[in-house]
């Protein structure tokens, strides 16, 4: 299995393009997250989805869209970049399995928005 | 909102050394990890730990939910356990994840 991969690794924008962060995973799990990670700082919630169809807001939500059409993808959208979105982004997922919800996290996405 | 404190932002300490992590919380919660993240930026699972104890090698981990607290103990460190050490929760209502803002270790050999 290859876990939790994301798409691309790595991304330069200028302030105002557009651009899918894709997220997939082939552990057939029903929860999906992206999160933001900024220097000395946790991970914030952006976006999260309980199931295929579903979607809703995490803490920091503001500028980003998201989709989940098929169970094991989930893309986050940037509609128009700035320079605040500057950040590495992580993909996880996680199954429920008698109430535990272990989350796995794919490798990250720098992003650099000029 | 919930809060989720971290101590201390910042651990130096000699290869060998033993370290205690703690995460406080401000409410209750019906999940709780710890993750590693290595220099590389590679986010690890190391405990899913909502309540009890758990130990997987030198580390282990409790967690005291009618108190509010996990603490996470490394014993006799190694340079392989330098990186950034996260609890994250997850809210009862709404399935929304928490991170504390994480516990840079540094082992020095």
């Known amino acids: 299995n290859a876990g939790v991969t994301q798409t691309p690794k790595f991304r330069v924008l200028k302030t105002g393009q557009s651009m899918t962060l894709l997220c997939a995973q082939d552990?057939?799990?029903?929860?999906m997250y992206w999160y933001r990670q900024d220097p000395g700082m946790g991970l914030r919630l952006i976006h999260y989805?309980?199931?295929?169809?579903?979607?809703a807001k995490g803490e920091v939500p503001d500028g980003y869209n998201v989709s989940r059409l098929k169970k094991q993808n989930f893309l986050l959208g940037l509609e128009s970049a700035a320079p605040s979105q500057t950040s590495v982004y992580f993909c996880?997922?996680?199954?429920?399995?008698?109430?535990?919800?272990?989350?796995?996290f794919g490798p990250g996405t720098r992003l650099l928005v000029l | 909102g919930i809060q989720v404190e971290q101590s201390p932002p910042d651990l130096i300490l000699q290869e060998g050394a033993n370290s205690t992590l703690r995460c406080n919380f401000s409410?209750?919660?019906?999940?709780l990890q710890w993750f590693h993240q290595n220099p590389w930026g590679q986010l690890i699972n190391l405990f899913y730990?909502?309540?009890g104890t758990k130990q997987n090698g030198r580390l282990s981990a409790t967690t005291v939910a009618t108190e509010r607290y996990s603490l996470l103990y490394i014993s006799s460190s190694q340079t392989t356990d330098s990186g950034v050490y996260f609890c994250?929760?997850?809210?009862?209502?709404?399935?929304?994840?928490?991170f504390g803002k994480g516990t840079r270790l540094h082992i020095l050999p």
């Open positions: 996880a997922s996680s199954y429920r399995r008698g109430g535990e919800k272990t989350q796995y």
């Open positions: 552990m057939n799990h029903e929860y």
């Open positions: 989805s309980v199931g295929e169809g579903t979607t």
């Open positions: 409410d209750s919660v019906n999940n």
């Open positions: 730990i909502p309540s």
């Open positions: 994250a929760i997850r809210m009862n209502r709404d399935d929304k994840i928490i």
